[in-house]
């Protein structure tokens, strides 16, 4: 019998539109432009996804996890099914404006089935929330950071 963990949340304030992270989470364009390498995603109910980053991480690893879409509802809800570490969970993202400002971020992961799987998510959550921070209200990437140039993209 498997056991289901808690389920991983975290938010985050961007101050950008919600249309914009929106989009940015629900294209493979969006997603190339902040933290994947060549991410295909059919963003449309059944759509399938495939994340994959090149060169990452200290070892220079090339990953890549496939999953399906779940519910998209325009531009607040974008869920999704993928395996990190061979374990299927769901990744629901909620959207909601805020001050006419920017936008509430809220992931929530479920159905990990071990610890390790359900820390590294967590962690890689809060990283991947604070990469996505960092590329709409400045325009950085790790990416650019890397390559040793930190001035704002445009």
């Not at 432009?33 to 980053?53: D, E, P």
């Not at 990744?91 to 404006?97: E, H, I, P, W």
Request: a negative charge; hydrophobic letters at 35%.
């Amino acid at each position: 019998m498997l056991t289901v963990l808690p389920s991983i949340t975290h938010s985050v304030y961007i101050h950008a539109p919600v249309q914009r992270v929106f989009e940015t989470l629900t294209t493979a364009q969006g997603w190339n432009a902040w933290f994947t390498q060549n991410t295909t995603l059919q963003s449309h109910k059944g759509g399938s996804i495939v994340f994959r980053w090149e060169n990452w991480g200290v070892a220079g690893e090339t990953l890549q996890d496939s999953g399906m879409v779940q519910e998209i509802q325009p531009p607040n809800l974008f869920a999704f099914t993928w395996h990190p570490c061979g374990t299927e969970t769901t990744v629901v993202f909620t959207l909601a404006a805020h001050e006419n400002t920017g936008t509430i971020l809220r992931v929530t992961e479920t159905g990990h089935t071990h610890i390790q799987t359900l820390t590294d998510c967590a962690c890689g959550w809060g990283e991947a929330l604070t990469l996505l921070k960092m590329y709409l209200e400045y325009g950085v990437t790790y990416k650019t950071v890397s390559s040793g140039n930190i001035a704002p993209q445009q």
